[in-house]
């Protein structure tokens, strides 16, 4: 599975959804919702330092690795 984010869990937390979080990270609603749904392949930097500022956390709250069962 590899590398799981629980982006939805962070914004159910802060009672935020997916509109006002795009428009504080000025990212795209679009690309919030690939990344929210474990599409996305990469992230940069600075969009998670966004998304971390916004939410109020760090990114091991956001990221998480999830080995694969063997």
Excluded: H
Excluded at 27 to 43: E, G, R
Excluded at 45 to 68: H, M, N, R, W
């Amino acid at each position: 599975m590899g590398i799981v984010v629980n982006l939805d869990v962070m914004m159910a937390k802060r009672k935020m959804n997916l509109t006002e979080l795009a428009g504080e990270v000025d990212i795209t609603l679009a690309n919030l919702s690939i990344l929210k749904n474990n599409k996305a392949k990469a992230v940069r930097f600075s969009t998670l330092e966004a998304i971390c500022k916004a939410l109020g956390c760090q990114p091991g709250d956001i990221l998480e690795y999830v080995p694969d069962e063997v």
